[in-house]
């Protein structure tokens, strides 16, 4: 039971990437799902969450208008397309699935947050 986000690498400043967050052994459907990044030297953070439906999206003021949340429940996977890149978008990706997105002043997270963190990708922008 595990979510696996890949789909970072390297790319110039005002490219794109598409990161997928593919969930194995459940239904990942029944969640919502964020996205979160971790810049070297930088506490996690936010990036983007989708509630179970899909009704309803959130993202960070950093991205918005640039980086897209969607799922494909037949596929059972959450994307996040990113248009373009900067240098700041550099970090680790995480994907993480809970039972609803809660994004406020305060708090970017989605709780009750299940399972793990994993792996994560790597997104570089180069300037």
């Known amino acids: 039971v595990q979510l696996q986000a890949s789909g970072g690498g390297l790319v110039q400043a005002g490219g794109s990437l598409r990161l997928s967050c593919a969930a194995s052994g459940f239904t990942l459907e029944h969640y919502a799902i964020g996205w979160f990044r971790q810049a070297p030297g930088k506490e996690r953070e936010g990036v983007s969450c989708?509630?179970?439906?899909?009704?309803?999206?959130h993202y960070v003021d950093s991205v918005k208008g640039r980086f897209t949340i969607s799922r494909d429940n037949v596929k059972n996977s959450v994307y996040l397309q990113m248009n373009d890149l900067k240098s700041d978008d550099t970090a680790v990706y995480y994907c993480?699935?809970?039972?609803?997105?809660?994004?406020?002043?305060?708090?970017?997270?989605?709780?009750?947050?299940?399972?793990?963190w994993g792996q994560g990708t790597l997104v570089t922008v180069s300037s």
């Open positions: 989708i509630s179970s439906t899909g009704g309803s999206t």
């Open positions: 993480a699935r809970g039972g609803v997105c809660i994004v406020t002043d305060q708090e970017f997270s989605v709780k009750p947050q299940f399972g793990s």
